[in-house]
Protein backbone atom coordinates (compact mmCIF):
# COMPACT_ATOMS: atom_id res chain seq x y z
CA UNK A 1 0.00 0.00 0.00
CA UNK A 2 1.41 3.53 -0.98
CA UNK A 3 0.73 6.55 1.00
CA UNK A 4 -2.23 8.48 1.82
CA UNK A 5 -3.04 10.31 -2.17
CA UNK A 6 -2.95 14.35 -0.88
CA UNK A 7 -6.71 15.46 -1.19
CA UNK A 8 -5.50 17.52 -4.72
CA UNK A 9 -4.40 14.25 -6.36
CA UNK A 10 -6.97 11.84 -5.13
CA UNK A 11 -9.58 14.98 -6.29
CA UNK A 12 -8.17 15.10 -9.70
CA UNK A 13 -7.20 11.26 -10.15
CA UNK A 14 -8.57 9.64 -13.19
CA UNK A 15 -9.40 5.85 -13.72
CA UNK A 16 -8.28 4.12 -16.85
CA UNK A 17 -8.89 1.01 -17.62
CA UNK A 18 -8.05 -0.39 -21.36
CA UNK A 19 -11.33 -0.48 -23.75
CA UNK A 20 -13.57 1.62 -21.27
CA UNK A 21 -13.85 5.02 -21.15
CA UNK A 22 -12.02 7.33 -18.50
CA UNK A 23 -13.24 7.99 -15.40
CA UNK A 24 -13.18 10.63 -12.00
CA UNK A 25 -15.31 11.37 -9.42
CA UNK A 26 -16.20 14.24 -6.77
CA UNK A 27 -14.35 14.36 -3.80
CA UNK A 28 -16.28 15.55 -0.96
CA UNK A 29 -12.78 18.13 -0.04
CA UNK A 30 -13.41 20.25 -3.39
CA UNK A 31 -17.25 20.43 -2.95
CA UNK A 32 -18.80 23.95 -4.21
CA UNK A 33 -22.26 25.24 -3.00
CA UNK A 34 -23.64 23.27 -6.36
CA UNK A 35 -21.54 20.16 -7.54
CA UNK A 36 -17.51 20.61 -7.32
CA UNK A 37 -15.20 23.99 -7.05
CA UNK A 38 -14.74 24.76 -10.75
CA UNK A 39 -10.69 25.09 -10.49
CA UNK A 40 -10.72 21.25 -9.48
CA UNK A 41 -12.59 20.23 -12.78
CA UNK A 42 -9.85 22.86 -14.79
CA UNK A 43 -7.65 20.79 -12.91
CA UNK A 44 -9.00 17.21 -13.79
CA UNK A 45 -9.34 17.94 -17.55
CA UNK A 46 -5.94 18.98 -17.50
CA UNK A 47 -4.89 15.71 -15.95
CA UNK A 48 -6.28 13.80 -18.72
CA UNK A 49 -3.96 15.73 -21.16
CA UNK A 50 -1.35 15.35 -19.04
CA UNK A 51 -2.01 11.12 -18.44
CA UNK A 52 -2.56 10.80 -22.39
CA UNK A 53 0.10 8.64 -23.80
CA UNK A 54 0.35 11.03 -27.00
CA UNK A 55 0.77 13.72 -25.66
CA UNK A 56 3.51 16.32 -26.43
CA UNK A 57 5.61 18.99 -24.18
CA UNK A 58 3.88 21.33 -21.46
CA UNK A 59 0.60 22.72 -21.02
CA UNK A 60 0.28 26.16 -22.78
CA UNK A 61 -3.61 27.16 -22.49
CA UNK A 62 -6.64 25.73 -21.39
CA UNK A 63 -10.03 27.09 -21.55
CA UNK A 64 -12.70 25.45 -19.83
CA UNK A 65 -16.64 26.56 -20.43
CA UNK A 66 -18.56 25.03 -17.78
CA UNK A 67 -22.07 24.21 -19.26
CA UNK A 68 -24.00 22.81 -16.82
CA UNK A 69 -23.18 21.53 -12.73
CA UNK A 70 -21.21 18.33 -12.08
CA UNK A 71 -23.33 15.75 -9.84
CA UNK A 72 -21.55 14.70 -7.26
CA UNK A 73 -20.49 11.08 -8.52
CA UNK A 74 -18.56 9.67 -11.00
CA UNK A 75 -17.97 11.20 -14.21
CA UNK A 76 -16.67 10.37 -17.80
CA UNK A 77 -13.76 12.49 -19.02
CA UNK A 78 -12.57 11.89 -23.04
CA UNK A 79 -9.60 13.89 -23.93
CA UNK A 80 -8.05 13.69 -27.36
CA UNK A 81 -5.61 15.55 -29.81
CA UNK A 82 -7.56 17.14 -32.70
CA UNK A 83 -4.26 17.80 -34.34
CA UNK A 84 -0.57 17.32 -33.59
CA UNK A 85 2.27 19.64 -35.22
CA UNK A 86 5.95 19.43 -34.77
CA UNK A 87 6.05 21.41 -31.67
CA UNK A 88 2.37 22.37 -30.44
CA UNK A 89 -0.70 19.97 -29.93
CA UNK A 90 -4.08 21.17 -29.61
CA UNK A 91 -6.92 19.16 -27.68
CA UNK A 92 -10.43 18.63 -27.00
CA UNK A 93 -11.38 17.27 -23.54
CA UNK A 94 -14.78 16.74 -22.51
CA UNK A 95 -16.55 15.39 -19.15
CA UNK A 96 -20.37 13.80 -19.11
CA UNK A 97 -22.58 12.16 -17.20
CA UNK A 98 -25.43 9.93 -18.22
CA UNK A 99 -24.47 10.96 -21.77
CA UNK A 100 -25.02 14.45 -21.30
CA UNK A 101 -21.83 17.03 -21.67
CA UNK A 102 -21.50 19.00 -18.23
CA UNK A 103 -18.00 20.42 -19.22
CA UNK A 104 -15.81 21.12 -22.85
CA UNK A 105 -12.64 22.04 -22.63
CA UNK A 106 -9.42 22.90 -25.55
CA UNK A 107 -5.80 22.99 -24.29
CA UNK A 108 -2.28 23.49 -26.56
CA UNK A 109 0.47 22.21 -25.27
CA UNK A 110 3.67 22.71 -26.50
CA UNK A 111 7.81 22.41 -26.43
CA UNK A 112 9.11 25.18 -24.79
CA UNK A 113 12.32 26.55 -26.67
CA UNK A 114 14.80 28.82 -25.00
CA UNK A 115 14.19 32.07 -26.85
CA UNK A 116 14.40 36.05 -26.31
CA UNK A 117 12.43 36.60 -22.68
CA UNK A 118 11.20 39.33 -20.91
CA UNK A 119 8.45 39.88 -18.30
CA UNK A 120 6.76 43.04 -18.07
CA UNK A 121 4.17 43.31 -14.99
CA UNK A 122 5.66 43.47 -12.03
CA UNK A 123 4.49 41.39 -8.93
CA UNK A 124 2.11 43.50 -6.48
CA UNK A 125 4.07 44.52 -3.32
CA UNK A 126 2.26 42.59 -0.86
CA UNK A 127 3.76 41.98 3.11
CA UNK A 128 5.15 38.07 2.68
CA UNK A 129 3.18 35.34 3.56
CA UNK A 130 4.30 34.74 7.23
CA UNK A 131 3.43 38.82 8.15
CA UNK A 132 -0.31 37.93 7.12
CA UNK A 133 -2.93 36.01 8.76
CA UNK A 134 -5.06 33.32 7.03
CA UNK A 135 -8.30 33.69 6.21
CA UNK A 136 -10.70 31.00 6.89
CA UNK A 137 -13.81 30.70 4.46
CA UNK A 138 -17.09 29.52 5.65
CA UNK A 139 -17.19 25.89 6.26
CA UNK A 140 -19.83 25.37 3.50
CA UNK A 141 -17.31 26.63 1.16
CA UNK A 142 -15.61 22.87 1.23
CA UNK A 143 -12.75 23.57 -1.32
CA UNK A 144 -11.42 26.82 -0.14
CA UNK A 145 -10.40 25.02 3.11
CA UNK A 146 -7.96 22.96 0.99
CA UNK A 147 -5.78 26.65 0.74
CA UNK A 148 -4.39 28.67 2.65
CA UNK A 149 -5.71 32.30 1.74
CA UNK A 150 -3.85 35.31 3.09
CA UNK A 151 -5.04 38.85 1.62
CA UNK A 152 -3.16 41.62 1.17
CA UNK A 153 -6.29 43.34 -0.13
CA UNK A 154 -9.70 42.68 -1.25
CA UNK A 155 -10.19 39.82 1.98
CA UNK A 156 -13.90 38.10 1.80
CA UNK A 157 -15.18 40.25 4.99
CA UNK A 158 -17.25 38.03 6.92
CA UNK A 159 -18.66 40.79 9.65
CA UNK A 160 -20.21 43.75 8.25
CA UNK A 161 -19.03 43.46 4.86
CA UNK A 162 -19.48 46.52 2.79
CA UNK A 163 -19.76 47.38 -1.00
CA UNK A 164 -16.14 48.79 -2.62
CA UNK A 165 -15.25 50.69 -5.60
CA UNK A 166 -12.24 48.50 -6.82
CA UNK A 167 -12.97 44.49 -6.98
CA UNK A 168 -9.14 43.70 -6.64
CA UNK A 169 -7.97 41.16 -4.06
CA UNK A 170 -4.21 40.03 -3.80
CA UNK A 171 -3.19 37.35 -1.76
CA UNK A 172 -1.14 34.39 -0.93
CA UNK A 173 -2.18 30.69 -1.95
CA UNK A 174 -0.61 27.70 -0.76
CA UNK A 175 -2.27 24.11 -0.70
CA UNK A 176 -3.37 22.70 2.56
CA UNK A 177 -1.48 20.60 3.42
CA UNK A 178 1.30 22.04 1.52
CA UNK A 179 2.43 20.39 -2.19
CA UNK A 180 4.84 20.66 -4.74
CA UNK A 181 2.91 22.81 -7.39
CA UNK A 182 2.36 21.62 -10.93
CA UNK A 183 0.44 22.91 -13.85
CA UNK A 184 -2.93 21.49 -12.42
CA UNK A 185 -2.30 22.90 -9.24
CA UNK A 186 -2.30 26.47 -11.39
CA UNK A 187 -5.20 25.36 -12.74
CA UNK A 188 -7.12 25.36 -10.28
CA UNK A 189 -5.63 28.39 -8.27
CA UNK A 190 -6.53 30.44 -10.93
CA UNK A 191 -10.10 30.27 -10.33
CA UNK A 192 -9.60 30.50 -6.23
CA UNK A 193 -10.73 34.04 -6.12
CA UNK A 194 -14.35 34.17 -4.55
CA UNK A 195 -16.67 35.94 -7.34
CA UNK A 196 -15.48 39.68 -7.70
CA UNK A 197 -19.20 40.62 -7.43
CA UNK A 198 -19.38 40.19 -3.75
CA UNK A 199 -16.42 42.35 -3.07
CA UNK A 200 -18.27 45.05 -5.22
CA UNK A 201 -21.30 44.28 -3.70
CA UNK A 202 -20.27 43.76 0.01
CA UNK A 203 -22.85 40.49 -0.30
CA UNK A 204 -23.09 36.89 -1.41
CA UNK A 205 -24.95 36.75 -4.72
CA UNK A 206 -25.58 33.66 -7.10
CA UNK A 207 -22.64 33.37 -9.53
CA UNK A 208 -21.07 31.03 -11.60
CA UNK A 209 -17.91 31.06 -13.67
CA UNK A 210 -19.04 30.58 -17.43
CA UNK A 211 -15.71 30.29 -19.08
CA UNK A 212 -12.38 29.50 -17.73
CA UNK A 213 -8.69 30.61 -19.60
CA UNK A 214 -5.79 29.90 -18.41
CA UNK A 215 -2.25 30.47 -19.72
CA UNK A 216 0.66 28.75 -19.09
CA UNK A 217 3.85 30.74 -18.43
CA UNK A 218 5.89 28.65 -16.03
CA UNK A 219 8.25 26.02 -17.53
CA UNK A 220 8.88 22.76 -14.94
CA UNK A 221 12.21 24.06 -13.56
CA UNK A 222 10.23 27.09 -12.51
CA UNK A 223 7.43 24.84 -10.47
CA UNK A 224 10.12 23.20 -9.11
CA UNK A 225 11.73 26.34 -7.60
CA UNK A 226 8.58 27.50 -6.11
CA UNK A 227 7.75 23.70 -4.41
CA UNK A 228 5.75 23.74 -2.06
CA UNK A 229 5.55 27.37 -0.98
CA UNK A 230 3.00 29.77 -1.32
CA UNK A 231 2.46 31.85 -4.48
CA UNK A 232 0.87 35.15 -5.02
CA UNK A 233 -2.07 36.01 -6.66
CA UNK A 234 -4.26 39.32 -7.73
CA UNK A 235 -7.28 39.35 -9.36
CA UNK A 236 -9.80 42.09 -11.04
CA UNK A 237 -13.29 43.01 -12.63
CA UNK A 238 -13.39 45.15 -15.83
CA UNK A 239 -17.40 45.06 -16.46
CA UNK A 240 -20.29 43.96 -14.35
CA UNK A 241 -23.06 44.19 -17.38
CA UNK A 242 -26.10 42.39 -18.16
CA UNK A 243 -25.58 39.60 -15.47
CA UNK A 244 -21.92 38.60 -16.20
CA UNK A 245 -18.31 39.78 -15.34
CA UNK A 246 -15.16 39.28 -16.53
CA UNK A 247 -12.08 38.48 -14.17
CA UNK A 248 -8.24 38.68 -14.98
CA UNK A 249 -5.34 36.95 -12.70
CA UNK A 250 -1.85 36.61 -12.06
CA UNK A 251 -0.23 33.88 -10.42
CA UNK A 252 3.23 34.80 -9.29
CA UNK A 253 6.23 32.98 -7.38
CA UNK A 254 7.26 34.40 -4.19
CA UNK A 255 10.68 35.81 -6.61
CA UNK A 256 7.99 37.81 -9.13
CA UNK A 257 8.18 34.83 -11.45
CA UNK A 258 4.75 35.09 -13.73
CA UNK A 259 3.34 31.50 -13.15
CA UNK A 260 0.19 31.84 -15.17
CA UNK A 261 -2.33 34.30 -16.82
CA UNK A 262 -5.98 33.42 -16.30
CA UNK A 263 -9.20 35.25 -17.37
CA UNK A 264 -12.67 33.68 -16.60
CA UNK A 265 -16.33 35.49 -17.67
CA UNK A 266 -18.75 35.00 -14.84
CA UNK A 267 -22.55 35.06 -14.81
CA UNK A 268 -24.01 36.48 -11.98
CA UNK A 269 -27.69 37.58 -10.17
CA UNK A 270 -27.62 40.88 -8.65
CA UNK B 1 -28.92 41.97 -57.70
CA UNK B 2 -28.19 43.31 -54.31
CA UNK B 3 -25.69 46.01 -53.18
CA UNK B 4 -22.13 45.18 -53.17
CA UNK B 5 -20.78 43.14 -50.20
CA UNK B 6 -18.41 44.76 -47.38
CA UNK B 7 -15.30 43.48 -47.72
CA UNK B 8 -15.67 42.13 -44.09
CA UNK B 9 -19.00 40.12 -44.85
CA UNK B 10 -17.63 39.14 -48.06
CA UNK B 11 -14.98 37.39 -45.88
CA UNK B 12 -16.98 35.74 -43.25
CA UNK B 13 -20.15 34.67 -45.68
CA UNK B 14 -20.92 31.39 -45.56
CA UNK B 15 -22.93 29.08 -48.03
CA UNK B 16 -25.16 26.76 -46.34
CA UNK B 17 -27.02 23.83 -48.75
CA UNK B 18 -29.36 21.99 -46.81
CA UNK B 19 -27.83 18.14 -46.43
CA UNK B 20 -23.89 19.35 -46.94
CA UNK B 21 -21.78 20.98 -44.73
CA UNK B 22 -21.72 24.86 -44.26
CA UNK B 23 -18.52 25.96 -46.02
CA UNK B 24 -16.81 29.14 -46.50
CA UNK B 25 -13.34 30.40 -48.26
CA UNK B 26 -10.68 32.90 -47.63
CA UNK B 27 -10.29 36.31 -49.42
CA UNK B 28 -7.26 37.91 -51.01
CA UNK B 29 -8.60 41.11 -48.95
CA UNK B 30 -8.36 39.18 -45.18
CA UNK B 31 -4.78 37.11 -46.24
CA UNK B 32 -1.99 36.93 -44.01
CA UNK B 33 1.58 36.33 -44.36
CA UNK B 34 0.54 32.51 -43.91
CA UNK B 35 -3.11 31.57 -44.61
CA UNK B 36 -5.63 34.33 -43.58
CA UNK B 37 -6.19 36.67 -40.61
CA UNK B 38 -6.68 34.89 -37.61
CA UNK B 39 -9.17 38.21 -36.72
CA UNK B 40 -11.53 36.80 -39.97
CA UNK B 41 -11.49 33.14 -38.97
CA UNK B 42 -12.28 34.11 -35.76
CA UNK B 43 -14.91 36.22 -36.88
CA UNK B 44 -16.03 33.44 -39.52
CA UNK B 45 -16.40 30.74 -36.79
CA UNK B 46 -18.59 33.18 -34.82
CA UNK B 47 -21.22 34.20 -37.99
CA UNK B 48 -21.98 30.06 -38.18
CA UNK B 49 -23.07 30.28 -34.47
CA UNK B 50 -25.09 33.30 -35.26
CA UNK B 51 -26.22 31.69 -38.18
CA UNK B 52 -27.16 28.67 -36.65
CA UNK B 53 -31.30 28.62 -36.28
CA UNK B 54 -30.97 27.13 -33.08
CA UNK B 55 -29.07 30.33 -31.58
CA UNK B 56 -29.64 31.42 -27.70
CA UNK B 57 -28.68 35.25 -27.26
CA UNK B 58 -25.90 36.63 -27.68
CA UNK B 59 -21.99 36.15 -27.64
CA UNK B 60 -20.79 36.17 -24.69
CA UNK B 61 -17.00 34.55 -24.72
CA UNK B 62 -15.35 32.84 -28.05
CA UNK B 63 -12.21 31.07 -27.59
CA UNK B 64 -10.04 30.12 -30.60
CA UNK B 65 -7.51 27.16 -31.19
CA UNK B 66 -5.36 27.97 -34.05
CA UNK B 67 -4.14 24.17 -34.71
CA UNK B 68 -2.55 24.84 -38.46
CA UNK B 69 -2.65 27.30 -41.32
CA UNK B 70 -5.68 27.43 -43.55
CA UNK B 71 -4.82 26.89 -46.87
CA UNK B 72 -6.31 29.60 -49.04
CA UNK B 73 -9.55 28.45 -50.80
CA UNK B 74 -12.41 26.81 -49.47
CA UNK B 75 -13.32 25.61 -46.03
CA UNK B 76 -16.25 23.58 -44.16
CA UNK B 77 -17.54 25.17 -40.73
CA UNK B 78 -18.99 22.82 -38.45
CA UNK B 79 -21.07 24.70 -35.88
CA UNK B 80 -23.44 23.19 -33.18
CA UNK B 81 -24.52 23.92 -29.52
CA UNK B 82 -22.74 20.84 -26.98
CA UNK B 83 -25.43 22.14 -24.65
CA UNK B 84 -28.53 24.58 -24.18
CA UNK B 85 -29.58 25.81 -20.96
CA UNK B 86 -32.49 28.16 -19.50
CA UNK B 87 -30.16 31.26 -20.22
CA UNK B 88 -26.97 30.01 -21.31
CA UNK B 89 -26.17 27.86 -24.51
CA UNK B 90 -22.78 26.46 -25.26
CA UNK B 91 -20.79 25.91 -28.54
CA UNK B 92 -18.33 23.59 -30.41
CA UNK B 93 -16.98 25.12 -34.05
CA UNK B 94 -14.36 23.32 -36.06
CA UNK B 95 -13.08 24.29 -39.16
CA UNK B 96 -11.37 21.03 -41.17
CA UNK B 97 -10.01 21.30 -44.77
CA UNK B 98 -9.35 17.85 -46.48
CA UNK B 99 -10.92 16.18 -43.59
CA UNK B 100 -7.89 17.72 -41.26
CA UNK B 101 -9.17 19.82 -38.63
CA UNK B 102 -7.24 23.69 -38.55
CA UNK B 103 -9.23 25.25 -35.87
CA UNK B 104 -11.44 24.42 -33.32
CA UNK B 105 -13.38 26.97 -31.21
CA UNK B 106 -15.71 27.10 -28.48
CA UNK B 107 -18.23 30.08 -27.41
CA UNK B 108 -21.07 30.70 -25.11
CA UNK B 109 -23.92 32.84 -26.03
CA UNK B 110 -26.60 34.02 -23.33
CA UNK B 111 -29.52 36.00 -22.50
CA UNK B 112 -28.47 39.08 -21.05
CA UNK B 113 -30.61 40.78 -18.08
CA UNK B 114 -30.69 44.22 -16.56
CA UNK B 115 -28.75 43.72 -13.62
CA UNK B 116 -26.48 45.79 -11.44
CA UNK B 117 -23.60 47.03 -13.70
CA UNK B 118 -20.34 49.04 -13.23
CA UNK B 119 -17.30 49.62 -15.30
CA UNK B 120 -13.74 49.47 -13.56
CA UNK B 121 -11.53 49.92 -16.47
CA UNK B 122 -11.09 53.66 -17.66
CA UNK B 123 -10.31 54.28 -21.19
CA UNK B 124 -7.21 55.26 -22.02
CA UNK B 125 -6.58 59.54 -22.36
CA UNK B 126 -5.70 59.77 -26.27
CA UNK B 127 -5.91 62.31 -29.04
CA UNK B 128 -9.21 61.98 -30.88
CA UNK B 129 -9.63 59.68 -33.87
CA UNK B 130 -9.32 62.89 -35.83
CA UNK B 131 -6.38 64.05 -34.25
CA UNK B 132 -4.35 61.29 -35.61
CA UNK B 133 -2.44 59.99 -38.82
CA UNK B 134 -3.87 57.27 -40.26
CA UNK B 135 -0.73 54.19 -40.72
CA UNK B 136 -0.62 52.81 -43.64
CA UNK B 137 1.38 49.17 -42.87
CA UNK B 138 3.26 47.32 -45.50
CA UNK B 139 1.32 46.07 -48.80
CA UNK B 140 2.18 42.53 -48.02
CA UNK B 141 -0.31 43.02 -44.83
CA UNK B 142 -2.99 42.12 -46.99
CA UNK B 143 -5.41 42.06 -43.84
CA UNK B 144 -4.38 45.26 -42.26
CA UNK B 145 -5.44 47.45 -45.39
CA UNK B 146 -9.14 46.82 -44.64
CA UNK B 147 -8.51 48.66 -40.98
CA UNK B 148 -8.18 52.26 -40.39
CA UNK B 149 -5.77 52.41 -37.49
CA UNK B 150 -4.43 55.20 -35.83
CA UNK B 151 -2.00 55.11 -33.03
CA UNK B 152 -1.78 57.24 -29.90
CA UNK B 153 1.09 54.87 -28.72
CA UNK B 154 3.19 52.05 -29.85
CA UNK B 155 2.90 52.16 -33.29
CA UNK B 156 4.62 50.00 -35.81
CA UNK B 157 8.06 51.17 -36.89
CA UNK B 158 8.49 51.14 -40.44
CA UNK B 159 11.71 52.60 -40.54
CA UNK B 160 14.58 52.45 -37.84
CA UNK B 161 13.05 50.29 -35.55
CA UNK B 162 14.36 50.25 -31.88
CA UNK B 163 13.76 48.03 -28.88
CA UNK B 164 11.05 48.85 -26.53
CA UNK B 165 10.86 48.24 -22.63
CA UNK B 166 7.10 48.50 -23.01
CA UNK B 167 4.68 45.92 -25.82
CA UNK B 168 1.60 48.86 -24.85
CA UNK B 169 -0.18 50.07 -28.05
CA UNK B 170 -2.80 52.26 -28.32
CA UNK B 171 -4.63 52.82 -31.22
CA UNK B 172 -8.23 53.94 -32.35
CA UNK B 173 -9.64 51.00 -35.16
CA UNK B 174 -11.96 51.60 -37.98
CA UNK B 175 -12.82 49.43 -41.01
CA UNK B 176 -12.67 50.37 -44.39
CA UNK B 177 -14.80 51.38 -45.77
CA UNK B 178 -16.74 52.41 -42.50
CA UNK B 179 -19.30 49.46 -41.47
CA UNK B 180 -21.58 49.29 -38.61
CA UNK B 181 -19.85 47.38 -36.07
CA UNK B 182 -21.24 44.30 -34.73
CA UNK B 183 -20.04 41.06 -32.65
CA UNK B 184 -17.81 39.49 -36.03
CA UNK B 185 -16.16 42.28 -36.00
CA UNK B 186 -15.66 42.99 -32.51
CA UNK B 187 -14.01 39.54 -32.53
CA UNK B 188 -12.20 40.54 -35.46
CA UNK B 189 -10.87 44.04 -34.11
CA UNK B 190 -9.21 41.68 -31.11
CA UNK B 191 -6.76 40.21 -33.15
CA UNK B 192 -5.88 43.34 -35.00
CA UNK B 193 -2.86 44.26 -32.49
CA UNK B 194 0.73 43.89 -34.57
CA UNK B 195 2.45 41.59 -32.52
CA UNK B 196 3.62 42.56 -29.49
CA UNK B 197 6.79 40.96 -29.70
CA UNK B 198 7.79 43.23 -32.95
CA UNK B 199 7.45 46.11 -30.72
CA UNK B 200 9.37 44.60 -28.04
CA UNK B 201 12.73 43.66 -30.15
CA UNK B 202 11.82 46.71 -32.54
CA UNK B 203 12.13 43.84 -35.21
CA UNK B 204 9.68 41.56 -37.24
CA UNK B 205 10.00 37.66 -36.45
CA UNK B 206 7.82 34.80 -37.04
CA UNK B 207 4.46 34.85 -34.78
CA UNK B 208 1.32 33.27 -34.63
CA UNK B 209 -1.45 33.43 -32.34
CA UNK B 210 -2.18 29.84 -31.10
CA UNK B 211 -5.20 30.56 -29.21
CA UNK B 212 -7.47 33.74 -29.26
CA UNK B 213 -10.28 34.43 -26.33
CA UNK B 214 -12.89 37.18 -26.64
CA UNK B 215 -15.50 38.29 -23.74
CA UNK B 216 -17.85 40.35 -25.53
CA UNK B 217 -19.56 42.93 -22.89
CA UNK B 218 -21.19 45.29 -25.23
CA UNK B 219 -24.83 44.75 -25.90
CA UNK B 220 -26.17 44.97 -29.21
CA UNK B 221 -27.70 47.92 -27.95
CA UNK B 222 -23.91 49.34 -27.39
CA UNK B 223 -22.88 48.27 -30.42
CA UNK B 224 -25.93 50.28 -32.23
CA UNK B 225 -24.56 53.02 -30.24
CA UNK B 226 -20.92 52.93 -31.71
CA UNK B 227 -22.24 52.71 -35.02
CA UNK B 228 -19.64 52.88 -37.89
CA UNK B 229 -17.48 54.73 -35.55
CA UNK B 230 -14.04 54.30 -34.88
CA UNK B 231 -13.11 52.44 -31.06
CA UNK B 232 -10.18 52.94 -28.99
CA UNK B 233 -8.11 49.27 -28.61
CA UNK B 234 -5.43 48.86 -26.42
CA UNK B 235 -2.99 45.83 -26.02
CA UNK B 236 -0.43 44.73 -23.91
CA UNK B 237 1.87 41.38 -23.27
CA UNK B 238 3.33 40.13 -19.97
CA UNK B 239 5.06 37.22 -19.95
CA UNK B 240 7.12 36.57 -23.09
CA UNK B 241 8.97 33.08 -22.42
CA UNK B 242 10.23 30.13 -23.91
CA UNK B 243 8.65 31.00 -27.35
CA UNK B 244 5.31 32.12 -26.36
CA UNK B 245 3.80 35.20 -24.97
CA UNK B 246 0.46 36.60 -23.97
CA UNK B 247 -1.43 39.60 -25.10
CA UNK B 248 -4.30 41.05 -22.80
CA UNK B 249 -6.61 44.03 -25.35
CA UNK B 250 -9.47 45.89 -24.60
CA UNK B 251 -11.66 47.63 -26.82
CA UNK B 252 -13.61 50.87 -25.95
CA UNK B 253 -16.39 52.76 -28.02
CA UNK B 254 -15.44 56.65 -28.05
CA UNK B 255 -17.51 56.99 -24.86
CA UNK B 256 -15.44 55.04 -22.76
CA UNK B 257 -17.57 51.98 -23.05
CA UNK B 258 -15.68 48.64 -22.48
CA UNK B 259 -17.11 46.86 -25.44
CA UNK B 260 -14.65 43.52 -25.21
CA UNK B 261 -11.96 42.09 -23.04
CA UNK B 262 -9.71 39.67 -25.25
CA UNK B 263 -6.66 37.76 -24.39
CA UNK B 264 -4.01 35.46 -26.76
CA UNK B 265 -1.14 33.40 -26.80
CA UNK B 266 1.34 33.89 -29.43
CA UNK B 267 4.23 31.37 -30.55
CA UNK B 268 7.28 33.54 -31.67
CA UNK B 269 10.91 32.85 -32.18
CA UNK B 270 13.22 34.91 -31.83
Given at each position: M?????PF?D?????T??G?????????????????YG???????L??V??????L???????????A???YG????????T?T?R????W???I??????T????????L????????????????????LE??V?P????W??N???????G??????P???????????????????????????????????V???????????????????????????E??????????????????YY??T????S??????AT?N?V?????
Amino acid sequence: MGEKLHPFDDAVALSTVPGAPTTGRTTEAYANMVGPYGGITAATMLRAVLDHPELLGDPISLTVNFAAAIAYGEFTVDARPTRTNRSTQHWLIEISQDGAVTTVATAVTGLRRETWSADELAMPQVPAFDALERTVFPEFIAWAQNYDLRFAEGDLAMTDPQPSEDSTSTLWLQDIPARPIDFPALASMSDAFYPRVFLRLGQMVPAGTVSLTVYFHATTAELAEVGAGPVLGTAQAARFSGGYYDQTARLFSAEGTLLATSNQVVYFKA
